[in-house]
């Protein structure tokens, strides 16, 4: 009858060990995915505020993204998979349960080491086992008195996915709103060699000039044309650099009353790239 005793305390044990575990891992896996769609948007709008701003070149878009990707991993690895992988054993449970239980539940390791009646030299002799199964009867009101709800501090996971869903209500709201500034701004993004402009006042078209470059003879002129429409200002800039320099050369051009413009290299001995920036827009790098 004693052995049947100890041996169903042992099965309780196992079975709020197991639902220790699997409370623990339903409130790791909230929070974790609390943080994780947390920081996800909250990272987002700065970075389209800021190509918005300032027209991100497209290496600087695939940073951004490639650091949105690294901190979204590294949170997920941290407050998710690596807490998740972690094998609680039996010991270790009730360990923490004993330390963090109110209500008195504070010896459920005794429990099982009495009810495995393993490494006690004191239970080789008879006094020493009817104490221990005085203090077994004792104890074994534990188990039913324990309420795993009250084990757990859920506040911070609860804080988490407020969190979370606050800034994703946030965003649909900007998504409703903002309109096409927000496909746009997801799309540079999430695309960094996305051609997709942000809307604007003023258009500089460059005309005769293929997206791959042209070629001109060594030592001839060559004549850059363009058309502005939209909000005209009066000069436009040509920012330009050839190999052999490095560094950029930027000069004002004046725009004709019909929105055309012209300027010529009057020498082309070695490769060169230029754009026009003028208003609110800025051409694409020939």
């Known amino acids: 009858e004693r052995e049947t005793h100890r041996y169903m305390d042992t099965r309780q044990l196992t079975r709020i060990c197991r639902s220790f575990r699997g409370a623990l891992r ?4 909230q929070a974790g995915l609390g943080r994780a769609a947390a920081l996800a948007l909250a990272l987002l709008p700065p970075v389209m505020v800021l190509d918005w701003w300032v027209h991100l070149e497209p290496g600087w878009r695939l940073a951004a993204l490639l ?4 901190a979204l991993y590294a949170t997920v690895w941290w407050t998710l998979l690596k807490p998740l992988r972690r094998a609680w054993t039996d010991r270790e449970v009730l360990r923490y349960l004993d330390a963090s239980a109110p209500g008195g539940a504070g010896m ?13 030299q004191e239970l080789k002799r008879p006094e020493g086992k009817a104490l221990a199964d005085a203090a077994l009867r004792e104890l074994s009101a534990l188990p039913a008195q324990l309420r795993m709800a009250e084990v757990f501090v859920r506040g911070r996971v609860l804080r988490w996915l407020a969190a979370a869903g606050m800034l994703g209500v946030l965003f ?38 293929p997206e791959s470059g042209t070629q001109v003879p060594q030592k001839e002129p060559f004549t850059v044309k363009a058309l ?21 050369i930027k000069e004002k051009i004046s725009v004709a009353s019909d929105g055309t413009l012209n300027y010529t290299f009057p020498e082309v001995s070695e490769p060169l790239e230029f754009k026009l920036i003028g208003g609110d827009y800025e051409s694409d790098t020939y």
């Open 26 to 29: 339903g409130l790791q896996l």
């Open 67 to 70: 650091a949105w990707v690294l």
């Open 108 to 120: 459920l390791l005794d429990l099982l080491e009495l009810s495995e009646a393993q490494g006690i």
């Open 172 to 209: 649909a709201l900007g998504a409703l709103f903002a309109g096409d500034y927000f496909t746009i701004g997801m799309t540079r993004f999430f695309n960094p060699f996305s051609r997709q402009r942000w809307p604007h006042r003023t258009t500089i078209t460059v005309n005769d000039i």
């Open 228 to 248: 502005v429409t939209g909000d005209v200002p009066p000069q436009v800039t040509l920012s330009y650099r050839s190999e052999s320099t490095g560094y950029t």
